[in-house]
């Protein structure tokens, strides 16, 4: 075990596999020389050269979709998108390709290819820059979502997306690139795609939560904890494929549920997890299935705003004591 | 590099004419004869003619040194409230390059002619008349703003002007540039739209879509990019395989031009050119050689070059070279130029006040500017 930040967790995961695999390259805006934008890449062009960690020009579509004729031929690309809100200059190579290739040639293909950077709001950006795209990419069949909260879930997660045959999008937080946190330094540290992490053991209300927004529902908890109650916390790691398992065994046991998701509330994560707990669970439940997600508007610059825009620990504590009829 | 942009004004052919020959790698192309390519480049290189030369007045040029110096005061003042966290998110600073804002107001009819640029937008709003207040307030995130506090830094906007944005996605306003072009020459009016860009914004699909679809529907498009040498960290040549920005035109058949960005007449005389010719419905590009004496952001620590570099550029300065103009010229004292500093400044400083003093929006306001129905019903 060592203590890291999540940059450094990520790069290590990236430079553990580099070495291990000759075909893995890294590439992106500002990836090499400058090493990194948010300095995720550091010291990476010096271990492995210029040939396997490359700069790009601005060009996102361009250097998406070069990542995925190369994953075609043999390679296994790791493609840094500064942020997330300009991977949708990429979209198509993404929806159309990377998605979609594999199942038009009926198998003949694969694409090992892993798409990752900053994703979400990361403060007064404004509406272009502070958008949640996890729930957009994960309504298409084909690829692999995974958003990760913590240090550890980020090197064990990004070593299996890395080895992973399918193209996984890699969602971490440039707000969260400086918290550290317990890393494993096992060799071959790979924790499995697909496996939710109960954090936090409870039996009065589930809270499910990925990304920045674990860390709203865990301060939730704490207030809820505060006042008595015994909050279960889940963080489903990878949104696609998402573990319902765990989370309908978590609500077979609370009867209650938050879904805590910075995505805009229409057609989110938060949305289609409490479709499939009603479906699967509905006589376990004693109250509606809540969710607090940042509002159905663009993200907007002022602070006074952004503060209210974001889903917050104080909403998640209410709509906790709601299902739990405290109110 | 303005002192690359050449002696006089030259009309050149396009220097790629031989690449354009009947053989590709060896092989002759049977029956494929290249025609001699119609592309026309000039060169405005610094110091070229004098403001008598330009029709330009005393008062023009001294609105000129006006305008740049706002500019650069304003963007000062806003780095010190950046310091002090009054501003928060993104704030890219223009100083360097307030000679291309400025030259370019000058040459065109402003409120009938569009801008539309990158989130580097302060100079091209202040030059076009927005005021210090509303761009003050915005950075504040006020209600007075020019976008109500909702675009902030990267987002300033007038319609009644025609500043038709900054925009914060690299690339992705240009074709929206060509569209407003567009829609000038649907209306039949001979009004024109510039869309500046930087040199890292050339390398989008976005921009070789537009400048395509332009060149085919005529449209009166002006494409400028303001090559500060520099996207982010990375020089450009580091991301251009070919760093002689203006050749792209040669792809589209559009004329083009190099324009030192260091010096306002060249920029406005260029400007006046490529303007004429947009009116009459032919697309072109600019690339005007400029400097950004700041970093990327506020947040970006400067590693990828040295501060002999940076020296050097100083020196260039457009405003100081525009005062050594005036004072050359006798067209001011050197205390009537020091009183247009105390103006600007004095403006800048009560427009922090006039920000400061605005409102925060109403969190209601998250709710508004989104849909024209005013009981749109949002989820929740
Ligand atoms: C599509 C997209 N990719 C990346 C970014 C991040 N980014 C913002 S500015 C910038 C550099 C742009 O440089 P350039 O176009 O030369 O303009 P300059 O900053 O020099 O004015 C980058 C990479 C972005 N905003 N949009």
């Given at each position: 075990?060592?203590?890291?930040?999540?940059?450094?967790?990520?790069?290590?995961?990236?430079?553990?596999?580099?070495?291990?695999?000759?075909?893995?390259?890294?590439?992106?805006?500002?990836?090499?020389?400058?090493?990194?934008?948010?300095?995720?890449?550091?010291?990476?062009?010096?271990?492995?050269?210029?040939?396997?960690?490359?700069?790009?020009?601005?060009?996102?579509?361009?250097?998406?979709?070069?990542?995925?004729?190369?994953?075609?031929?043999?390679?296994?690309?790791?493609?840094?998108?500064?942020?997330?809100?300009?991977?949708?200059?990429?979209?198509?190579?993404?929806?159309?390709?990377?998605?979609?290739?594999?199942?038009?040639?009926?198998?003949?293909?694969?694409?090992?290819?892993?798409?990752?950077?900053?994703?979400?709001?990361?403060?007064?950006?404004?509406?272009?820059?502070?958008?949640?795209?996890?729930?957009?990419?994960?309504?298409?069949?084909?690829?692999?979502?995974?958003?990760?909260?913590?240090?550890?879930?980020?090197?064990?997660?990004?070593?299996?997306?890395?080895?992973?045959?399918?193209?996984?999008?890699?969602?971490?937080?440039?707000?969260?690139?400086?918290?550290?946190?317990?890393?494993?330094?096992?060799?071959?540290?790979?924790?499995?795609?697909?496996?939710?992490?109960?954090?936090?053991?409870?039996?009065?209300?589930?809270?499910?939560?990925?990304?920045?927004?674990?860390?709203?529902?865990?301060?939730?908890?704490?207030?809820?904890?505060?006042?008595?109650?015994?909050?279960?916390?889940?963080?489903?790691?990878?949104?696609?494929?998402?573990?319902?398992?765990?989370?309908?065994?978590?609500?077979?046991?609370?009867?209650?549920?938050?879904?805590?998701?910075?995505?805009?509330?229409?057609?989110?994560?938060?949305?289609?997890?409490?479709?499939?707990?009603?479906?699967?669970?509905?006589?376990?439940?004693?109250?509606?299935?809540?969710?607090?997600?940042?509002?159905?508007v663009p993200a907007p610059y002022a602070k006074n705003l952004i503060e209210y825009y974001m889903p917050s620990a104080e909403d998640t504590?209410?709509?906790?004591?709601?299902?739990?009829?405290?109110? | 590099?303005?002192?690359?942009?050449?002696?006089?004004?030259?009309?050149?052919?396009?220097?790629?004419?031989?690449?354009?020959?009947?053989?590709?790698?060896?092989?002759?192309?049977?029956?494929?004869?290249?025609?001699?390519?119609?592309?026309?480049?000039?060169?405005?290189?610094?110091?070229?003619?004098?403001?008598?030369?330009?029709?330009?007045?005393?008062?023009?040029?001294?609105?000129?040194?006006?305008?740049?110096?706002?500019?650069?005061?304003?963007?000062?003042?806003?780095?010190?409230?950046?310091?002090?966290?009054k501003i928060g998110g993104f704030l890219h600073l223009y100083i360097g390059q307030e000679a291309i804002s400025t030259g370019t107001a000058?040459?065109?009819?402003?409120?009938?002619?569009?801008?539309?640029?990158?989130?580097?937008?302060?100079?091209?709003?202040?030059?076009?008349?927005?005021?210090?207040?509303?761009?003050?307030?915005?950075?504040?995130?006020?209600?007075?703003?020019?976008?109500?506090?909702?675009?902030?830094?990267?987002?300033?906007?007038?319609?009644?002007?025609?500043?038709?944005?900054?925009?914060?996605?690299?690339?992705?306003?240009?074709?929206?540039?060509?569209?407003?072009?567009?829609?000038?020459?649907?209306?039949?009016?001979?009004?024109?739209?510039?869309?500046?860009?930087?040199?890292?914004?050339?390398?989008?699909?976005?921009?070789?879509?537009?400048?395509?679809?332009?060149?085919?529907?005529?449209?009166?498009?002006?494409?400028?990019?303001?090559?500060?040498?520099?996207?982010?960290?990375?020089?450009?040549?580091?991301?251009?395989?070919?760093?002689?920005?203006?050749?792209?035109?040669?792809?589209?058949?559009?004329?083009?031009?190099?324009?030192?960005?260091?010096?306002?007449?060249?920029?406005?005389?260029?400007?006046?050119?490529?303007?004429?010719?947009?009116?009459?419905?032919?697309?072109?590009?600019?690339?005007?050689?400029?400097?950004?004496?700041?970093?990327?952001?506020?947040?970006?620590?400067?590693?990828?070059?040295?501060?002999?570099?940076?020296?050097?550029?100083?020196?260039?300065?457009?405003?100081?070279?525009?005062?050594?103009?005036?004072?050359?010229?006798?067209?001011?004292?050197?205390?009537?130029?020091?009183?247009?500093?105390?103006?600007?400044?004095?403006?800048?400083?009560?427009?922090?006040?006039?920000?400061?003093?605005?409102?925060?929006?109403?969190?209601?306001?998250?709710?508004?500017?989104?849909?024209?129905?005013?009981?749109?019903?949002?989820?929740?």
């Open positions: 075990m060592a203590e890291l930040q999540l940059r450094e967790a990520i790069r290590a995961a990236m430079v553990e596999e580099m070495e291990r695999d000759e075909s893995i390259f890294l590439m992106g805006e500002e990836v090499s020389e400058y090493n990194g934008a948010y300095k995720v890449s550091e010291g990476m062009l010096k271990q492995f050269g210029a040939k396997r960690v490359i700069d790009t020009p601005i060009a996102e579509n361009g250097f998406a979709g070069l990542g995925i004729g190369a994953a075609m031929n043999g390679l296994r690309p790791i493609i840094e998108f500064m942020t997330w809100n300009f991977s949708m200059v990429a979209m198509d190579q993404l929806i159309n390709n990377a998605a979609k290739v594999r199942y038009m040639s009926g198998g003949q293909f694969k694409f090992p290819i892993v798409f990752r950077g900053p994703n979400g709001a990361a403060g007064q950006l404004a509406a272009t820059h502070n958008t949640s795209f996890e729930s957009i990419f994960s309504t298409i069949p084909g690829l692999k979502v995974i958003s990760i909260s913590n240090p550890d879930d980020a090197k064990g997660l990004l070593k299996s997306a890395i080895r992973d045959d399918d193209p996984v999008l890699f969602m971490e937080s440039e707000v969260m690139y400086g918290m550290k946190g317990e890393v494993s330094d096992a060799k071959d540290y790979l924790i499995p795609i697909g496996k939710a992490r109960i954090a936090r053991e409870g039996k009065d209300v589930t809270i499910i939560a990925h990304n920045k927004s674990y860390w709203v529902a865990m301060k939730a908890a704490e207030m809820l904890v505060q006042e008595g109650f015994d909050p279960e916390v889940i963080d489903p790691r990878t949104i696609r494929p998402l573990d319902m398992e765990t989370i309908l065994a978590s609500v077979k046991k609370t009867n209650r549920c938050v879904i805590v998701d910075e995505s805009n509330p229409f057609a989110s994560i938060a949305s289609e997890i409490g479709f499939q707990i009603q479906r699967e669970a509905f006589d376990y439940l004693d109250a509606p299935v809540l969710r607090v997600n940042a509002k159905d504590y209410k709509a906790c004591r709601q299902v739990m009829y405290a109110n | 590099m303005a002192s690359e942009t050449g002696k006089k004004t030259v009309k050149k052919k396009s220097p790629r004419k031989s690449a354009a020959t009947s053989s590709v790698n060896g092989h002759a192309l049977d029956g494929l004869k290249a025609e001699p390519l119609s592309v026309t480049f000039n060169t405005y290189p610094p110091s070229n003619k004098t403001h008598r030369q330009l029709g330009l007045t005393k008062a023009d040029v001294l609105d000129m040194y006006r305008s740049m110096l706002l500019q650069r005061r304003f963007e000062e003042r806003a780095a010190q409230m950046y310091g002090k966290q000058q040459a065109i009819r402003i409120g009938e002619d569009s801008v539309i640029t990158a989130y580097r937008d302060h100079g091209h709003a202040l030059a076009m008349g927005m005021t210090s207040n509303e761009c003050m307030a915005e950075l504040f995130g006020k209600i007075d703003g020019c976008s109500r506090g909702k675009g902030g830094s990267m987002h300033y906007f007038s319609k009644e002007l025609k500043m038709m944005g900054g925009h914060g996605i690299v690339g992705a306003h240009i074709p929206v540039g060509t569209g407003i072009a567009f829609a000038n020459k649907y209306k039949g009016e001979d009004t024109v739209c510039l869309a500046f860009f930087g040199d890292g914004a050339i390398h989008q699909g976005a921009f070789h879509e537009a400048a395509n679809l332009a060149g085919l529907y005529d449209l009166p498009v002006i494409f400028v990019v303001e090559n500060n040498q520099y996207a982010m960290g990375t020089a450009v040549d580091r991301a251009a395989a070919e760093p002689d920005l203006y050749k792209q035109a040669l792809s589209y058949d559009m004329p083009s031009s190099l324009v030192s960005g260091m010096d306002v007449f060249s920029v406005y005389e260029a400007m006046q050119h490529h303007v004429a010719m947009a009116r009459e419905g032919k697309p072109s590009l600019i690339e005007i050689r400029t400097y950004r004496y700041r970093g990327h952001s506020m947040s970006d620590p400067q590693k990828y070059r040295t501060k002999e570099e940076l020296d050097a550029k100083k020196d260039e300065d457009p405003i100081l070279r525009l005062k050594a103009y005036l004072l050359e010229h006798k067209m001011a004292t050197n205390a009537q130029l020091d009183k247009v500093d105390d103006e600007v400044k004095q403006e800048v400083m009560e427009s922090v006040e006039f920000a400061e003093n605005s409102p925060a929006p109403g969190l209601e306001t998250i709710y508004e500017d989104i849909y024209s129905d005013k009981d749109y019903p949002f989820t929740t």
